[in-house]
């Protein structure tokens, strides 16, 4: 059974970070791109980041400069690293997975994780 697990998120000050990891279970992350989305109340969800099976990587204009994703194949994680994170960044954080080759940007994800709450409070 395919799965994903998410942790890492909390409650951190602006200007503080916290790395998210993403845990797959029952498949090989190789063969997969993993998206990070976050959702805030009453707003849709949006992808974050991206990463492609090859490992190239996009990021969302807001985040571009901060927000750092990663895999590492041989744990089968994928991680985001969040520095200098705002109030606005206070969402539920969501990884994903879409299988095979092409930009991450492209795919259409079909393995979601339950999420992990990230809150950014003075």
């Known amino acids: 059974q395919l799965q994903l697990v998410e942790s890492g998120g909390g409650l951190v000050q602006p200007g503080g970070s916290l790395r998210l990891s993403c845990v797959a279970s029952g498949f090989t992350l190789n063969y997969y791109a993993i998206g990070w989305f976050r959702q805030a109340p009453g707003k849709e969800r949006t992808r974050v980041s991206c990463i492609s099976s090859s490992g190239s990587t996009d990021y969302a204009s807001s985040v571009k400069g901060r927000f750092t994703i990663s895999r590492d194949n041989a744990q089968n994680t994928v991680y985001l690293q969040m520095n200098s994170l705002k109030p606005e960044d206070t969402a539920v954080y969501y990884c994903?997975?879409?299988?095979?080759?092409?930009?991450?940007?492209?795919?259409?994800?079909?393995?979601w994780g339950q999420g992990t709450q990230v809150t950014v409070s003075p």
């Open positions: 994903a997975a879409a299988y095979g080759i092409g930009w991450c940007g492209l795919k259409k994800y079909d393995h």
